[in-house]
């Protein structure tokens, strides 16, 4: 399979939830399945996403979000003010997020569906451990 035949598998829940309301595109850049509407959408769009995609954060909680998160989505982690994380089943590794993109004009917004980093999460060692096992 293809990068957008796999987006259009595993993002089938949220294309199927948001096509009443928007209409997707494969961008090939960022290699994502895209939709962009105007603000006046805003408020339907996120409450039908969010039922797709439970678990979000902003610029400011993305900074405590649990490694795992930042690991799975990738350059997608890094958010800029208004701009949110979506996800869903991060307790077994997640195929797919949404990456929610206000346009800097104000009457644009985006909504990107990716997918995950598929190397396995794998838990850095704290540094108690670390100290541990350098005396031991």
Do not use: C
Request: no cysteine.
């Amino acid at each position: 399979m293809n990068q957008e035949e796999q987006l259009r598998v595993h993002g089938k829940n949220a294309i199927d939830a948001l096509s009443p309301i928007v209409k997707w595109k494969y961008d090939s850049f960022q290699n994502v399945m895209l939709a962009e509407f105007s603000v006046d959408k805003e408020e339907q769009v996120l409450i039908s996403l969010q039922q797709v995609f439970p678990d979000s954060w902003d610029a400011k909680s993305i900074k405590k979000a649990p490694a795992k998160v930042k690991h799975y989505a990738g350059p997608f982690a890094k958010l800029a003010k208004k701009q949110k994380l979506l996800a869903a089943n991060l307790n077994n590794q997640t195929r797919i997020m949404a990456a929610w993109w206000p346009w800097g004009h104000g009457a644009t917004v985006s909504v990107r569906l990716f997918l995950t980093n598929t190397e396995p999460y794998v838990e850095k060692p704290s540094l108690l451990h670390k100290l541990r096992h350098l005396f031991a």
